[in-house]
């Protein structure tokens, strides 16, 4: 049902506490989420984005509970991929020649999805649509944020940036409001979403920040797709975001392992004794790679100033997991972050080496051969991984 946003904008989205897979089975969602669209009912009346299709008929039903739909003048689309746009096909055969508003890029998206020729009127920066009550919206595209079609609306007057996925967390609460919400969890979520699905695009946020702040345009609520609305304080995420587009590292450093028979497991812990014989001061994490969560793994990597990663040779590679997990690294194009490799083996020994080509060709700076362990790990192995990890940390 609707919740008031401010003055005639309400919430009509969905909050889906269910979810637990997003992006088919891309990223985990141990919070769930929502799919936030938004009601203007000025002397126009503007629908912005609509629900993930699962939710469509529900999504429709209740906004015909609320309105006439033929009253809906634009609608805008901010975004094309399915979790907002899922809904326009029902909404669509109520109300086909409604015009759509979105990016040249959103034309062939929502084309691409839906193959429908609806009623597109293509936008880009700095056009405007006028609302009446003195109101209009303004378009921002927002290229590659997180995609070639993604774009914002501003609303003036109330001065709300409806941003889409830029802001947003998988989150779901029924209170909306980002002041309303334990933050810890919020921010949690917050630092997940940008380093999952952000990373690789950090130079357009730190660029697309820069040019809206230049429009100097007052800016009171910023209203995302996805979890809570930020109407406390709301530059904090910005902000935030600001700080994690450049180059973002704590003083952690993670370490990953697969292990078959606790070789490279004890060789990580040999490591974890010697970073902090030598470094009381750094955050150190350890995770077995085949039972983590790998999006949890992706943010704790993201926070890390250094990783380690580690597998028993397999065959003649590494495990399964590991190259997973390798894979999403290497999509995801961290910056100015260090890595070494490690890993015990029976007889040929190819994961070190093979890991540390990953890591080098993933954009860190390796700082060494890696080290590994013939058989399990005997007490000088032991010895040379506590020396392996007190010098990563050296000087
Ligand atoms: Fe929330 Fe890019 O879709």
Wanted: proline fraction near 3%; include cysteine; glycine fraction near 6%.
């Amino acid at each position: 049902m609707k919740t008031n946003v401010r003055n005639n904008v309400n919430w009509v989205g969905k909050v889906d506490w269910e979810l637990r897979k997003f992006h088919g089975n891309e990223y985990s969602t141990h919070k769930g989420s929502s799919y936030n669209s938004y009601l203007i009912q000025e002397e126009k009346t503007v629908l912005i984005d609509t629900v993930w299709k699962p939710f469509a008929k529900e999504f429709v039903d209740n906004l015909e509970s609320e309105i006439d739909l033929n009253k809906i003048d634009f609608i805008i689309a901010n975004h094309a991929e399915i979790d907002h746009s899922g809904a326009l096909p029902e909404l669509m055969k109520k109300i086909p020649d409604t015009p759509i508003y979105c990016t040249v890029n959103g034309v062939k998206s929502l084309t691409g999805h839906y193959h429908q020729n609806w009623n597109f009127k293509p936008v880009k920066t700095g056009d405007s649509l006028e609302l009446g009550n003195g109101k209009k919206i303004v378009f921002m595209e927002m290229k590659m944020l997180h995609w070639p079609d993604s774009m914002a609306s501003y609303l003036t007057g109330d001065n709300i940036l409806f941003s889409n996925d830029a802001f947003g967390q998988h989150y779901a609460t029924e209170y909306l409001f980002n002041d309303l919400v334990d933050q810890d969890e919020l921010m949690n979520e917050c630092i997940k979403y940008y380093a999952n699905i952000l990373t690789p695009f950090s130079s357009f946020v730190e660029k697309k920040i820069e040019e809206v702040i230049s429009l100097k345009l007052p800016i009171d609520i910023i209203a995302t797709s996805h979890g809570v609305i930020w109407r406390e304080n709301p530059t904090q995420i910005v902000e935030k975001y600001l700080a994690w587009s450049k180059a973002y590292a704590e003083n952690q450093i993670t370490i990953l392992y697969d292990t078959m028979w606790d070789g490279t497991k004890r060789m990580a812990e040999a490591i974890t004794q010697g970073i902090k014989a030598n470094d009381k001061s750094v955050t150190i994490k350890l995770f077995n790679i085949a039972k983590t969560d790998k999006n949890d793994i992706i943010t704790e990597i993201f926070k890390s100033k250094m990783i380690l990663v580690g597998s028993p040779t397999i065959g003649r590679g590494i495990s399964s997991a590991t190259a997973g997990i390798l894979e999403e690294i290497e999509g995801l194009r961290f910056m100015g972050k260090k890595a070494a490799a490690f890993g015990a083996y029976g007889w040929s020994g190819e994961s070190v080496a093979k890991i540390t080509e990953w890591l080098k060709r993933s954009g860190f700076e390796v700082l060494n051969d890696g080290i590994k362990c013939l058989w399990n790990p005997d007490d000088p192995s032991i010895a040379q991984c506590i020396d392996f990890g007190k010098k990563l940390v050296q000087g």
